[in-house]
């Protein structure tokens, strides 16, 4: 498990830094779709448009 402190004033946090590359991937994958969909979509209404 990778992990980094965070030291600042008084409190100390833990970051996973696993769990953040996962979270990331996932947020790639998640905004590729978004995209995806959209572009469906704009192509989709240009169709209806004719």
Do not use: F, P
């Not at 769990?19 to 469906?40: S, V």
């Amino acid at each position: 498990m990778n992990s980094r402190l965070i030291i600042d004033g008084n409190s100390v946090y833990e970051i996973d830094e696993d769990c953040m590359k996962r979270k990331k991937e996932h947020e790639t994958r998640g905004n590729a779709e978004g995209r995806r969909r959209t572009w469906i979509q704009e192509e989709t209404e240009k169709g209806s448009d004719k």
